[in-house]
């Protein structure tokens, strides 16, 4: 069974950084391209990263191009997402994402998301 | 930049059809997928490639894709098919969300 386990959630201060782990299971991790998306409690959807199996391919929304960082480490199974220069309006739960992979790509699973509040 | 367009909301009698729109410039150019959000839960994919179900989504949920309008549609809605639906699709390397629809079954 595939499993993403997001962590590294909490409260940080405007201007301040924080790092979002993904822990994966059930699949080969490193064929796999992975993503980062947000919600905004209440609210809808926001792609915010992609990066491919490899990790030499990586893409941003433009909400959050020079600030955040998605990487991974193939020899951990594991994706983070390192966020600097946090804004108020960057307040959302992150999901992190596995590629399926077709003619074209969704998303499936999801993890269970991790809360970032950005609040001074 | 590119949008997805959704209704805000659709109510539906349980055993009857729902059919949830999402509209984008030439979005019959494009493949989509949908996926289901219960509350207090990680969203779940029920449709890809336009009109493909994942292992495990029932044969009720369908989909298709044309001009500018692709189509969710779940035929003999059930109580437990109430949730926030999302479109999504991609332009260039960027994946754009629909702006959601809650099906409500009355």
């Known amino acids: 069974e595939v499993q993403l386990v997001e962590s590294g959630g909490g409260l940080v201060q405007p201007g301040g950084s924080l790092r979002l782990s993904c822990a994966a299971s059930g699949f080969t991790f490193g064929s796999y391209a992975l993503s980062w998306v947000r919600q905004i409690p209440g609210k809808g959807l926001e792609w915010v990263s992609s990066?491919?199996?490899?990790?030499?391919?990586?893409y941003y929304a433009d909400s959050v191009k020079g600030r955040f960082t998605i990487s991974r480490d193939n020899s951990k199974n594991t994706l983070y997402l390192q966020m600097n220069s946090l804004r108020v309006e960057d307040t959302a739960v992150y999901y992190c994402?596995?590629?399926?992979?077709?003619?074209?790509?969704?998303?499936?699973?999801w993890g269970q998301g991790a809360l970032v509040t950005v609040s001074s | 930049s590119y949008a997805l367009t959704q209704p805000p909301s659709v109510s539906v009698s349980p055993g009857q059809t729902a059919s949830i729109t999402c509209s984008g410039d030439?979005?019959?150019?494009?493949?989509v997928c949908w996926y289901q959000q219960k509350p207090g839960q990680s969203p779940l994919l029920v449709i890809y490639?336009?009109?493909k179900r994942p292992s495990g989504i029932p044969e009720r949920f369908s989909g298709s894709n044309s001009g500018n309008t692709a189509t969710l549609t779940i035929s003999g809605t059930q109580a437990m098919d109430e949730a926030d639906y999302y479109c999504?699709?991609?332009?260039?390397?960027?994946?754009?969300f629909g702006t959601g629809t809650k099906v409500t079954v009355l």
């Open positions: 030439k979005l019959g150019n494009k493949y």
């Open positions: 990066i491919s199996g490899s990790g030499g391919s990586t």
């Open positions: 994402a596995k590629y399926g992979s077709g003619s074209s790509n969704w998303f499936d699973p």
């Open positions: 999504q699709a991609w332009d260039s390397s960027t994946a754009v």
């Open positions: 490639e336009d009109n």
